[in-house]
């Protein structure tokens, strides 16, 4: 049996989604029950906790053969991370207490980056969950390609995406959430000792330009891609209801400058198989 938190997001339900297509036992863990009334339906055991109670925590993870844990994204952190930090004191007690068989984190490129910004949150992940006592992966995924979720509508509407990535040439690592559920289940199934880092991205790096491209496919209209100007983030986010946008900012940044990437350069990233266009297609259709 595997323990599966995230399965009301994304990449915990792409995770599962796999696994029980193995035919492998899944166990929900999930903060709201409600929700998973329809992994219920699929014969997965549900487990509620919170990822800041120990106790819960424990009940979930023990008596898994492995555990795949999606860190709840914090778009918005307080100066320092205190929030990740306090989470993550919290989930060592628990993997240590209940000792799984083995546990697989969602990482993302550039955790390693020494520049401060918001994905520093995953470094801090790695580097603390890395000193359990049992055998420890973590899967570097690249930027997710159903981000452009956001842009389906102005792609729609006006024919323009507005482009946080410049410039609109400048191809950056992507992947399909459905690329990292297959290969997060398949880590699950294999056996190391340690510590493990697999970084993944799609067979081509994708640019802003690209994107627009796939939505002018998809949508059979022409669709360009416009630059929000770096001068107008901080007013922009902090309008959108942000308090502390400078993590974010200088996330962007990273990918614009190309000091966020893979540790292992493209070389040595796994490759996912879903195009850029299939991505967009189906963002699409499911709008």
Same mark, same amino acid.
């Given at each position: 049996?595997?323990?599966?938190?995230?399965?009301?997001?994304?990449?915990?339900?792409?995770?599962?989604?796999?696994?029980?297509?193995?035919?492998?036992?899944?166990?929900?863990?999930?903060?709201?029950?409600?929700?998973?009334?329809?992994?219920?339906?699929?014969?997965?055991?549900?487990?509620?906790?919170?990822?800041?109670?120990?106790?819960?925590?424990?009940?979930?993870?023990?008596?898994?053969?492995?555990?795949?844990?999606?860190?709840?994204?914090?778009?918005?952190?307080?100066?320092?991370?205190?929030?990740?930090?306090?989470?993550?004191?919290?989930?060592?007690?628990?993997?240590?207490?209940?000792?799984?068989?083995?546990?697989?984190?969602?990482?993302?490129?550039?955790?390693?980056?020494?520049?401060?910004?918001?994905?520093?949150?995953?470094?801090?992940?790695?580097?603390?969950?890395?000193?359990?006592?049992?055998? %420890?992966?973590? *899967?570097? /995924?690249?930027?997710?390609?159903?981000? =452009?979720?956001?842009?389906? @509508?102005? !792609?729609?509407?006006? $024919?323009?995406?507005?482009?946080?990535?410049?410039?609109?040439?400048?191809?950056?690592?992507?992947?399909?959430?459905?690329?990292?559920?297959?290969?997060?289940?398949?880590?699950?199934?294999?056996?190391?000792?340690?510590?493990? %880092?697999?970084? *993944?991205? /799609?067979?081509?790096?994708?640019?802003? =330009?690209?994107?627009?491209? @796939?939505? !002018?496919?998809?949508? $059979?209209?022409?669709?360009?891609?416009?630059?929000?100007?770096?001068?107008?983030?901080?007013?922009?986010?902090?309008?959108?209801?942000?308090?502390?946008?400078?993590?974010?900012?200088?996330?962007?940044?990273?990918?614009?400058?190309?000091?966020?990437?893979?540790?292992?350069?493209?070389?040595?990233?796994?490759?996912?198989?879903?195009?850029?266009?299939?991505?967009?297609?189906?963002?699409?259709?499911?709008?």
């Amino acid at each position: 049996m595997f323990a599966v938190t995230g399965m009301t997001g994304q990449v915990g339900a792409a995770v599962a989604d796999h696994l029980l297509k193995d035919g492998a036992e899944v166990r929900a863990v999930v903060r709201n029950p409600e929700k998973a009334a329809g992994w219920k339906e699929r014969d997965c055991e549900i487990a509620v906790a919170d990822m800041n109670d120990a106790i819960s925590l424990t009940s979930a993870f023990r008596g898994a053969e492995g555990v795949f844990l999606v860190i709840p994204p914090l778009f918005d952190p307080t100066p320092g991370f205190p929030e990740v930090k306090g989470m993550l004191a919290t989930l060592k007690t628990a993997l240590e207490a209940a000792r799984p068989e083995k546990l697989v984190c969602l990482s993302t490129v550039g955790a390693q980056a020494k520049q401060p910004n918001l994905l520093s949150q995953l470094g801090i992940v790695e580097k603390e969950l890395s000193t359990l006592s049992i055998p %420890v992966a973590f *899967l570097r /995924a690249a930027w997710f390609m159903e981000n =452009a979720a956001w842009d389906v @509508a102005p !792609a729609r509407e006006s $024919g323009i995406i507005p482009s946080f990535l410049q410039p609109l040439d400048r191809t950056v690592p992507m992947i399909a959430v459905d690329d990292i559920g297959a290969l997060g289940a398949k880590m699950l199934r294999e056996d190391w000792q340690g510590v493990r %880092v697999e970084e *993944l991205e /799609a067979r081509e790096r994708v640019s802003p =330009a690209m994107i627009a491209a @796939a939505f !002018a496919k998809a949508l $059979g209209k022409p669709v360009s891609a416009q630059i929000v100007p770096r001068k107008n983030w901080e007013e922009l986010f902090r309008t959108q209801g942000m308090k502390n946008p400078e993590p974010r900012m200088r996330m962007l940044d990273g990918f614009n400058e190309g000091w966020i990437d893979f540790e292992g350069g493209r070389e040595k990233s796994l490759k996912g198989t879903t195009t850029i266009e299939t991505a967009i297609r189906r963002l699409v259709i499911g709008a």
